[in-house]
């Protein structure tokens, strides 16, 4: 079996919504991510204001083709929450989406 072989069939294991995996709506689209949504950051960036803001982070990770690439900055709804993609990596056939969105 060849490298890239290898690494598509480890990428379907993951990917699996009998393992890993789950569907979730992206823009519309029904698309299988294993999900990180682990994460919690407090601003402490930009002006003061009363009551911290918080901001949720969450990593989804996917095939490459999965999706249209998204930039940096641009607005996603998945499962009907607005998230703003923030660092995008594709590699070996996935790709990973850091999305933030804030929170009182």
């Known amino acids: 079996m060849a490298f890239r072989d290898q690494l598509d069939a480890d990428l379907a294991v993951f990917l699996n919504d009998e393992e890993f995996g ?22 402490t960036k930009g002006p003061q ?37 923030q660092r995008v990596s594709v590699a070996e056939g996935a790709m990973e989406l850091t999305l933030e969105r804030q929170e009182a």
Do not use: F
């Open 22 to 43: 789950q569907a979730v709506v992206i823009d519309g689209a029904s698309v299988t991510v294993v999900l990180d949504d682990d994460l919690n950051v407090e601003r």
């Open 49 to 85: 204001v009363p009551d911290a803001l918080w901001a949720r982070r969450t990593v989804l990770h996917m095939r490459a083709d999965a999706m249209t690439e998204p930039v940096e900055g641009q607005r996603l709804v998945v499962d009907g929450a607005g998230w703003y993609v």
